[in-house]
């Protein structure tokens, strides 16, 4: 992590690495954009697919579950299924894009010493901009199923989730760049990781199922059961967070950040050779 942009040595390497960073903030934006095209190139709808691809697969999930379980209407838990698929999504995106931050980016990176954390945080950013798109969807459909009950002003909450949801993919983008990097194996393998978590996650997995107790458990180990309540508490119930999941998100936020700056600070500017 050794940069020589800013040549006065004094300063502090925080300091450096800082207005290293803000010189190149131009690059994270842009490369966000040309994400964006490049993703929805050549498609009639475009960046309305970010909506309709998950309301489809809730729809699909739905019919058959809600018909199963016999508790609830199909639009009931399809309105709960596509809130935790685009939670979940937010989350997939960032890790499977993640993997490729710094390879991708090769041909900048060889060629200047850029900072590595513009092209982490263009993966956050894209995956950020797909889910503002894909909330608007959201939040009409929980309208409707609802009859309105979930507009209240807990929806002020949103803009700090996504704030939160940035601090806690970073670090993941972070250190899965790193190891994409170093070991190619990783993609398979955190494909199946990212399987089983959303088996386990409260996306079509109702949540009052997790709450038994041999299942607790599965509440302390697993970061998306808080990220997915953060998310539907404001945007499908109306309500304001709770306390236990503001703590844990947080305390998984802190625990990713250590893991994110050691991963960097042992690897370095050597990360160059690998990619």
Known sequence: MSYVNVQDRRLPFALRYAADFLSYRH?????????????????????????????????????????????????????????????????????????????????????????????????????????????????????????????????????????????????????????????RDVKYISMLGERALFLVSPVMLPRDVLEQPHLQILEVLNPLVPFLDLFRDPVLYGNFWEARDVIAMFVWIAALWALAIFASMSVGRKIVFAI
Request: charged content about 10%.
């Open 27 to 183: 690059l994270c934006w842009n490369l966000v954009g040309s994400a964006l095209r490049a993703r929805f190139r050549r498609t009639q709808l475009g960046i309305l697919w970010a909506t309709l691809q998950p309301l489809a697969f809730s729809l699909m999930i739905a019919t058959v579950w809600a018909g199963l379980r016999n508790k609830e209407s199909v639009w009931e838990f399809a309105a709960y299924v596509f809130t935790g698929t685009v939670a979940f999504e937010l989350f997939s995106t960032s890790v499977q894009n993640g993997q490729d931050a710094l390879m991708s980016a090769s041909g900048f990176i060889r060629q200047a010493r850029i900072p590595f954390l513009i092209f982490q945080l263009r993966v956050v950013l894209t995956s950020l901009v797909m889910f503002m798109c894909a909330l608007v969807g959201v939040l009409l459909v929980t309208a409707i199923v609802t009859h309105g009950a979930n507009l209240g002003p807990a929806l002020m909450l949103v803009p700090v989730f996504m704030g939160i949801a940035a601090l806690f993919m970073l670090p993941i983008v972070i250190i899965m760049s790193i190891v994409g990097a170093l070991y």
